[in-house]
């Protein structure tokens, strides 16, 4: 047996809001214990008040969680500034929290911490890991190089970067990580799955790549230097034309399809500022050198496309009758791009299975998942990553 509830609320005070979603929940456990948790919300709340509440209810809960720039559930559809607690319970499944601080400084360093004190609690081999860390102090690319190095390929992990509510005029940024009753910076939280579970995964974006693919020839971590041998940024300008010229800071509107050497698919890359100067872009994420690319724009109905085709690819590689539930991980840069169509990705995921079961997630500050099937995962940017759970 494996079961998840959800318990949500938008209640402005903390107290009000925590205590609702455990009411919700208990309700709807029906005199079941929960093993393990997730918890998203705003940044907003007293977020050692929400831990507190939930940990004193559930004393031996394994509970990770962060904070968000939206949240989305079956039972409150799309939300801002929001409490969403998603709970486990199973007597087959195995699920164990773990965490490692100290991300900005050695983010590798940081995930192995996280998978030791997770794996401590179980009596098995990890089969999955749902990873939620600081969305900006450290380098996913890293902190997932950390992962892998341990895990394999073989178990995939999952999730999106811990995020912070973006407003038009808001210029500073903090996003919180959650572990038990302990409310955190700079850190990794992890969820390690074992036992019979069953998961199956999508991962879409619905930008449309155009043009020919290009060499990326010369790049350090995520600052592009040189396409095919000419400056990035005339590259850029090549293709945008006039509309690139009048606004320089619409960049970030036109990802890079990332084609990297091994994968039958690409992954997205955000460019965060450019240097007219000396012609280099600033990505929000690593590119491999040698690496093959293509710049991409975005159809707003091609975007949602995208939630159907995520969704879907994850039902139809889900080999169990039915999932117990689906977690949702969406990015900032869909929402801003959605804009008051941002709602429609969670109606749309809901509307995608034959029977409700629940559904939870959040807007990331960048999405975790592999790119191809059997691959390690990695740092992608405006996708929306479906994930299935349930058991054999």
């Not at 903390?14 to 948790?37: F, H, R, Y």
């Not at 179980?122 to 102090?137: C, Q, V, Y």
């Not at 019979?196 to 991962?203: D, M, Q, T």
């Not at 994850?314 to 991980?329: E, N, Q, R």
Request: glycine fraction near 10%.
């Amino acid at each position: 047996m494996f079961k998840a509830v959800i318990g949500c609320s938008d209640d402005i005070d903390t107290e009000d809001a925590v205590t609702q979603v455990i009411e919700s929940c208990d309700e709807k456990l029906d005199g079941e214990t929960p093993i393990a948790g997730l918890v998203f919300c705003g940044t907003e709340f007293e977020h050692s008040m929400v831990l507190k509440k939930i940990m004193e209810r559930y004393p031996d809960l394994q509970l990770i969680g962060c904070t968000t720039d939206g949240e989305m559930s079956s039972c409150n559809g799309f939300t801002e500034d929001a409490i969403t607690l998603t709970l486990f319970c199973s007597d087959k499944i195995d699920i164990a929290a773990g965490y490692g601080g100290g991300a900005s400084a050695d983010p590798p360093g940081a995930a192995k911490k996280a998978i030791e004190m997770a794996s401590n609690r179980l009596s098995d081999e990890p089969r999955l890991t749902i990873a939620l860390p600081d969305g900006l102090t450290t380098s996913a690319y890293e902190v997932l190089d950390g992962f892998n190095s341990i895990l394999g390929a073989e178990v995939p992990v999952i999730g999106g970067m811990s995020a912070d509510r973006v407003a038009g005029s808001k210029t500073s940024y903090s996003t919180y990580q959650f572990c038990g009753d302990k409310v955190l910076t700079d850190s990794v939280p992890i969820l390690n799955f074992s036992g019979p579970l069953i998961y199956s995964l999508g991962v879409e974006s619905g930008w449309s790549p155009v043009g020919e693919k290009m060499t990326v020839t010369q790049v350090e971590n995520n600052v592009l230097y040189r396409l095919n041998d000419r400056p990035a940024l005339e590259i850029y300008s090549y293709y945008l034309g006039d509309v690139f010229k009048e606004n320089i800071s619409g960049l970030g509107s036109y990802p890079l399809a990332v084609y990297e050497q091994g994968l039958d698919r690409y992954y997205l890359r955000v460019a965060k500022t450019a240097d007219p100067d000396t012609g280099t872009i600033t990505f929000l994420g690593e590119i491999p050198e040698g690496a093959e690319v293509r710049v991409t724009q975005a159809i707003r109905d091609q975007v949602l496309g995208g939630v159907n085709k995520s969704v879907e690819s994850a039902i139809a590689g889900y080999s169990g009758d039915s999932p117990s539930i689906a977690l949702m991980f969406s990015c900032t840069g869909r929402k801003l791009t959605l804009g008051t169509k941002t709602r429609e990705e969670i109606a749309r995921a809901m509307d995608s299975f034959d029977l409700p079961i629940p559904m939870s997630g959040f807007y990331t500050f960048g999405e975790i998942g592999p790119a191809s099937e059997h691959t390690r995962s990695r740092y992608h940017n405006t996708t929306f990553v479906s994930l299935l759970l349930g058991d054999g």
